[in-house]
């Protein structure tokens, strides 16, 4: 048949729309299997392999099911209550008595056997601590505490609960995911996504003695309730026990901060082993180290790592040593020190009784030397509770270390531990006595032990005057009258 130009065009046409057809039901077809089927670009939980994607591709691959359900059961919430006497006429009068105040926070399950771990903060002052978890309701004890650290380790009487599994955060890495699990604003097993914004931050927010300071920051969204819950991993390992967050209103606002997990497993070990946090000391005292500072020292200003000593104590490790102030600390046993939240942390993984090897700059010269760790009292025993509770009082007391005595030239003082009531519990709300006050006289006479401490207040009765440092260093005077 011959074709003349006309039918060619109708012919050409035809097939150009039979083409088009066929290609929009293959097309449709392969578009519905790929939907089934995904094609995902192939990552593991290494931060080298994640770095490689763009943040939109690690979200879409990132999977926080895993971690999740691994570590959401090993988060406990936390219930506590305050009891507080009046301290007026107007509390008596419109209040009626004694006053209660409830707080809540969340907390770790480290051990099958019920050691839980939660932050200073969430338990303190508290009478009663109530522990829930999985809708049954434990009343646990607290352990121990390290103020310092803002850590308490509780104890619920309960087997075969599900402890957590820890990680390692020396391997942490900037920009690697992380998740928050707690319980913000009494909302049971919340989980938050982030990844780690830095590292070794020192906030100044903690108090007690040489507080440590060297948190994890995090923009995973951390608010109130959140406290003393874990920041895991993406394995589903516990890197650290959220503690803070940076805000105007008191709410998540983009920063959250944890304590590392290396730092609270040896603190956990040492309260559960020894009954007392064993912080080894070096006589050494740092600071950052600034641009300005380095000139001064005559450092190289292109170099500014390391934590410039601004003490030493006398008699100590690191004098006999010949460590002198202004020279620079640039590892521990190896490990870089970029700073002093960094010196701080890698101090408070050793006891009493170990020896370090430390590598220092003096000028443009790099020197090495050991020192042997001490503890408070300048020995390199393990360090025994002496702290004595005054039912009286309503408090817990200490004397004082010498380091302490030496650190604020004094030769006597007795510290302030716990608050649970009392005379000291009025104080508290009233007068603004807190835990970590070194009291040094009552009414003008001196005071060297718990006991002397107890019986001036048991033998008078009146005005009283009490002399002492507050836990940020100043002196400070506290005067009140109390009537039995």
């Avoid at 606002?253 to 946090?277: E, R």
Wanted: glycine share 10%.
């Amino acid at each position: 048949m011959k074709l003349t130009p006309q039918k060619l065009i109708i012919l050409c046409f035809i097939a150009g729309i039979l083409g088009a057809g066929v290609f929009q039901v293959g097309y449709s077809l392969f578009t519905q299997e790929s939907q089934r089927n995904p094609k995902l670009p192939e990552v593991t939980s290494s931060s080298q392999e994640v770095k490689k994607l763009t943040k939109t591709e690690v979200t879409s691959v990132i999977d926080f099911t895993l971690a999740s359900s691994l570590s959401t059961p090993s988060v406990v919430f936390i219930k506590t209550v305050s009891e507080f006497e009046p301290t007026s006429i107007f509390d008596l009068y419109f209040g009626g008595g004694t006053r209660r105040s409830v707080g809540t926070g969340s907390g770790v399950i480290f051990s099958q056997d019920g050691y839980i771990v939660t932050n200073y903060h969430v338990i303190e002052n508290a009478d009663k601590i109530e522990i829930i978890h999985n809708k049954k309701s434990y009343i646990a004890k607290i352990i121990g505490t390290d103020p310092s650290s803002d850590l308490a380790i509780l104890k619920i009487d309960a087997k075969n609960l599900p402890a957590i599994k820890l990680g390692r955060s020396k391997d942490l890495q900037v920009g690697e995911w992380v998740i928050a699990v707690g319980n913000p604003f009494n909302l049971t097993s919340t989980v938050t996504a982030g990844i780690v914004s830095a590292k070794g931050r020192n906030i100044q927010i903690l108090g007690g003695q040489f507080p440590i300071e060297s948190f994890i920051q995090t923009d995973a969204a951390i608010n109130p309730g959140n406290s003393g819950g874990a920041l895991v991993n993406i394995k589903g390992e516990l890197v650290g026990i959220n503690t803070a967050i940076l805000s105007k209103t008191g709410s998540y606002t983009g920063y959250g901060f944890a304590v590392p997990v290396d730092i609270v497993a040896k603190i956990f070990n040492d309260i559960v082993q020894y009954g007392k946090v064993q912080k080894a000391f070096s006589g050494i005292e740092v600071s950052d180290l600034d641009s300005k500072l380095a000139k001064q020292l005559g450092i190289d200003t292109e170099d500014l790592q390391g934590a410039v000593v601004i003490d030493v104590q006398r008699g100590s490790s690191a004098a006999k040593a010949g460590i002198q102030e202004g020279d620079v600390i640039i590892k521990i046993n190896q490990e870089p020190i970029e700073g002093k939240s960094n010196f701080d942390e890698q101090m408070s993984y050793y006891r009493p009784g170990d020896k370090v090897k430390i590598t220092y700059k003096r000028g443009k010269q790099i020197l090495e030397t050991q020192l042997l760790l001490t503890n408070q009292d300048g020995t390199t025993s393990i360090t025994k509770s002496q702290t004595y509770f005054s039912e009286f009082l309503g408090a817990e007391l200490e004397p004082l270390s010498k380091i302490e005595r030496e650190r604020y030239s004094l030769n006597r003082g007795v510290r302030i531990g716990r608050i649970r009531g009392g005379i000291f519990g009025r104080m508290a709300n009233h007068f603004g006595l807190r835990e970590g006050f070194i009291i040094t006289s009552i009414n003008r006479n001196p005071v060297s032990t718990p006991t002397e401490v107890e019986e001036a207040f048991r033998n008078s009765e009146g005005n009283y005057i009490i002399e002492g440092i507050h836990p940020n260093g100043s002196r400070q005077i506290l005067q009140f009258y109390y009537s039995r």
